[in-house]
């Protein structure tokens, strides 16, 4: 199983902006999650790393952008206007196979990483 690792994660304040990355290890369907204290880990944003095609949750589409580097091998979250409901620790999945249902759920993806932390403060 290759792994995959988040790095870009940092403290900041509201409004900022910031660019998650991921090693890919050559997955081809992935997808960004978060977990903040004491909640369930959601998923915000998917890609189809081959043909571009995304997939958002509601509360994020029009702040976060998932995006690819096939050349790097490398998945993107690029993350505008950032609120202190932000605050979570971010992680990267993977998968093999074309996930079967809103490749937003936790249970579509066989391969995470260890997880970055965004804190945004007022």
């Known amino acids: 199983q290759r792994q995959l690792v988040e790095s870009g994660g940092d403290s900041l304040q509201v409004g900022g902006s910031l660019r998650l990355s991921c090693s890919a290890s050559?997955?081809?369907?992935m997808a960004w999650f978060r977990q903040a204290p004491s909640k369930a880990r959601e998923g915000h944003a998917a890609i189809d790393r081959a043909v571009a095609t995304t997939n958002y949750a509601g509360p994020v589409r029009d702040r976060f952008a998932i995006s690819r580097d096939i050349a790097k091998d490398t998945l993107y979250l690029k993350m505008d206007d950032l609120k202190p409901e932000d605050t979570a620790t971010y992680y990267c999945?993977?998968?093999?196979?074309?996930?079967?249902?809103?490749?937003?759920?936790?249970?579509?993806?066989?391969?995470w990483g260890q997880g970055t932390q965004v804190t945004v403060s007022s």
């Open positions: 999945a993977a998968s093999p196979l074309r996930p079967p249902g809103t490749w937003l759920g936790t249970g579509e993806y066989t391969v």
């Open positions: 050559g997955y081809p369907f």
